[in-house]
């Protein structure tokens, strides 16, 4: 992106909806520095979801790219951004922060034109990739060892080193905020990376490694290249020059994930996704815990592994928490993501097809729809993936919207009567990801953040806290953190030293 002017965002919005795209885009991989094609010449084309229809091309890594990068990012490592000062590199992830919010606007329309969330949305992603590098870039000193107790005839002391080359495979929902939050830390602890974005979403990805190079870093230290899963994907997680790989995804494709990196022995941080529990409980401001929840469940369309998925509400409080809940999805305006509407498309008519068939299946076998239910269409965007927010009521636990991942703008409602069952039904799915509780007994909320198993716990407010705030799963969520300083350590290995005096 260096040269290209960050025009007012005003202006890039029009641009869009008169052209369909905005001018610039990236079309090609970004391997040691350089703009290239890919070796095979493949391209693939990313669709608007607003419109159905493709907006830009891109090249389409295979596995010879990924085997060029990695190798660039090796060797990046064993040069010179290993032995680059702390301080350095904290000066260059804070002239990366200063850049991401130069081109905010840019940034911005690019990532709702890709996955087709709300200018809002995307405005507060790219607020976030700002954000997780001015943190890491205040971290980059101050990661260090430790001296150990010794007798008086040894010293001993560790050293912490960077991981080495880290590969990124990132998903489709928040593709900039994502690749940021673990491309800062990984770069602050001294790791090159080979970053490869969803297929579906490319664009973003691929403008931070411009905006990266601008900062400062040396070329290879960040390799972008963007491909299908089952090709550069695959061949990414199976490569042995591999160090580290963080993952972001399905159960289902981690899992193939796990078994590419075991043949190398490679260190994993996989994130698989949730079925978020959201405890209501009877003391609670129900106003304030229906909008919080609605926020939690149809931003971004429902397309988040923390969604606030799941109410398990009291009984007192049910019939007054689902009416409010249905004022929340029926006010939701519905539009393309530049006209910035109460909720965007979902990202993929597949995505489309198996949200609509998941709430058709509950509808099948009786549950009730109190809102939505259907997939929505939107005068002018008649070929947009759009679908109503949806509150499905009273659903038995042992259903598949309850134990399931969605993926889209559907809220199921469970219902408890002692806080004992709240906590079992909250902990009743495979997922552990994220849970939430809305109560004004702070005893409650601790007791509940104890009990249910969760990566983390919000209380009384649906996405509280920050970069600052370490995020990642157990069970089939999966495992390892990202965020906080906790990131810091996943890319980091520990090196003891004794000697004797």
Sequence with gaps: M????????????????????????????????????????ETMETIDPGTGRAFAAFAAAGADDIDHAVRAARRAFDGRWRRTAPA?????????????????????????LDVGKTLTESRGDVASAARAFEYYAGACDKLHGDTLPQDDAHVAWTI?????????????NYPLSTAARSIAPALAAGCTLVVKPAEQTPLTALMLGDLLLEAGLP??????????????????????????????????????????AADNVTRLLLELGGKAPAIVCADADVDAAAASIAAGIFENA????SAASRVVVARAVHEQLVVALAAHAIALTLGHGLRDPGMGPLNSSAQRTRVAAAVEGALSRGVRAIAGGRIATVAGFDDGYFYAPTILDDVPAGDATVQQEIFG??????????????????????????AGVFTRDFAAAHRFARNVDAGQVYINEWFAGGIEV???????SGFGREKGLE???????????AARL
């Design 470 to 476: 370490p995020f990642g799963g157990n069970r089939r």
């Design 302 to 305: 429902g397309q988040i592994c």
């Design 219 to 260: 070329a290879g230290v960040c390799n972008v290249v963007p491909g299908l899963g089952a090709t550069a994907g695959a061949a990414l997680a199976a490569h042995p020059g591999i160090d580290h790989l963080t993952f972001t995804g399905s159960v289902a494709t981690g899992q193939r994930v796990m078994r590419a």
């Design 88 to 112: 350095e590199r904290g000066r260059i992830l804070q002239r990366a922060a200063a850049l991401i919010r130069a081109h905010a606007p840019r940034l911005a329309v690019a990532e709702t």
């Design 409 to 434: 703008p559907v809220l199921a409602v469970q219902v408890f009567d002692g806080e004992d069952e709240a906590v079992a039904l909250a902990n009743g799915t495979p997922y552990a990801l994220c």
């Design 160 to 172: 912490v080193e960077p991981a080495g080359v880290a590969a990124q495979i990132v998903p489709w």
């Design 2 to 41: 260096k040269g290209i002017a960050a025009p007012a965002l005003d202006a890039l919005v029009r641009e869009a909806l008169a052209t369909g795209r905005i001018a610039g885009l990236p079309d090609t991989l970004l391997i040691d520095g350089r703009h290239v094609a890919a070796a095979s010449g």
């Design 487 to 497: 990131a810091l350590r996943s890319y980091s290995r520990i090196k003891g030293v």
